[in-house]
Nanobody, 115 residues
Framework: QVQLVESGGGLVQPGGSLRLSCAAS????????MSWYRQAPGKQRELVAT???????NYADSVKGRFTIPRDNAKNTVYLQMNSLKPEDTAVYYC?????????WGQGTQVTVSS
């Protein structure tokens, strides 16, 4: 059974940094495409960052140059390093693991950027 557990959310001031973690179990972690999504109140869930096999990454235009998505295969963990945070980054952030048609989600972690 696939399980994704996010952690690291919280309240941070504009311009600050946070690192989210997503620990995976029940999968061969290195084979999966790992992504972070976010959903702000009243908005649709949007893709933030993706890390594919071969270390290929994609980022939403709104976070390019500020966020990165490293992974540690030995720890079965993917991270979302968020720098220069803005109030518009406030959302619930979700971890996603995908392999062909199989997809799993974490429970989400709240990130609030406010002074």
């Amino acid at each position: 059974q696939v399980q994704l557990v996010e952690s690291g959310g919280g309240l941070v001031q504009p311009g600050g940094s946070l690192r989210l973690s997503c620990a995976a179990s029940g999968i061969i972690f290195s084979m999966y495409t790992m992504s972070w999504y976010r959903q702000a109140p009243g908005k649709q869930r949007e893709l933030v960052a993706t890390l594919m096999r071969g270390s290929i990454t994609n980022y939403a235009d709104s976070v390019k140059g500020r966020f990165t998505i490293p992974r540690d295969n030995a720890k079965n963990t993917v991270y979302l390093q968020m720098n220069s945070l803005k109030p518009e980054d406030t959302a619930v952030y979700y971890c996603n693991a995908r392999l062909t048609a199989m997809e799993s989600w974490g429970q989400g972690t709240q990130v609030t950027v406010s002074s």
